[in-house]
């Protein structure tokens, strides 16, 4: 059974940072993209980041870049976010994704990539 396990949520002020894990277990996402979404009260679950299976490729949200940045451990089977400057905007539950085919051609800001979800660590900016 695959699960996708996200942890490093919590409530931080503004300006604060965060560092965001999640840990797959069942299979090995180690040549496989992996990225994060996240989705706040009232609002449709959007695209943070994303990384391609090498690392060698990141990609981002307009509203990420320059304040996280995505990372992943492929011996550890895990993808990470780091968070730093965060605004009230950013609360959000925050999911980690993980795309179970390889990708060719594939649109990493489109949650539909992605096959495997993890349950989401909640994340509240205070002001």
């Known amino acids: 059974q695959v699960q996708l396990v996200e942890s490093g949520g919590g409530l931080v002020q503004a300006g604060g940072s965060l560092r965001l894990s999640c840990a797959a277990s069942g299979r090995t996402f180690s040549s496989r993209a992996m990225g994060w979404f996240r989705q706040a009260p009232g609002k449709e679950r959007e695209f943070v980041a994303a990384?391609?299976?090498?690392?060698?490729?990141?990609y981002y949200a307009d509203s990420s870049k320059g304040r996280f940045t995505i990372s992943r451990d492929n011996a550890k089977n895990a993808v990470y976010l780091r968070m730093n400057s965060l605004k009230p905007e950013d609360t959000a539950v925050y999911y980690c994704a993980a795309r179970g085919n390889f990708c060719s051609g594939c649109d990493y800001y489109e949650s539909t990539t992605y096959d495997y979800w993890g349950q989401g660590t909640q994340v509240t900016v205070s002001s």
């Open positions: 990384m391609r299976y090498s690392g060698a490729s990141a």
